[in-house]
């Protein structure tokens, strides 16, 4: 069993409400409230779990330069006004920086009894080979 410490727990809590307000945003016909409230929940959930200065130092590394300027300038972008420009930024900018953690998050589904049964189906087995791929690639 995993041990988390009390604001790794509030972390894991403003993350996944980051993740819902983004989601119900996009329902919402790309609301920008809801979108705004969504990144800023995800970011402080995200620095309360790994850290602040872990947090910091993820973002702000040379090679993910780009990727953090799209993932952070959709934030602009939804607050001038642009929410559908913006989230497509941002999801660019997400595959971007988290690009290294799918080919884990893949290999760790497969071990889930009913998930890995659904990864073992014809189409999406072949993407999820593709993102375990990609990791192996770039090693």
């Known amino acids: 069993m995993i041990s988390l410490t009390d604001s790794q727990k509030i972390g894991m809590g403003l993350t996944g409400f980051g993740l ?16 705004a409230i969504g990144n800023i929940l ?31 300038g959709e934030v602009l972008a939804v607050l001038i006004g642009w929410p559908v420009v913006g989230v497509l930024l941002e999801i660019y900018g997400f595959f971007l920086l988290f690009r290294g953690f799918f080919p884990v998050a893949v290999g ?21 080979i593709a993102v375990a791929g990609a990791r192996l690639a770039l090693i």
Do not use: C, Y
Request: proline share 3%; aromatic share 20%; no cysteine.
């Open 20 to 35: 819902f307000f983004l989601v119900f945003g996009m329902m919402l016909f790309f609301d920008k409230a809801l979108l």
């Open 42 to 72: 995800f970011v402080s959930g995200l620095s309360f779990v790994i850290g602040l200065e872990r947090t910091f130092r993820f973002f702000f590394q040379r090679h993910k330069a780009k990727a953090t300027g799209f993932f952070l």
């Open 108 to 128: 760790f589904i497969r071990r889930i009894p009913v998930l890995g049964s659904l990864l073992g189906l014809p189409a999406i087995g072949t993407a999820s």
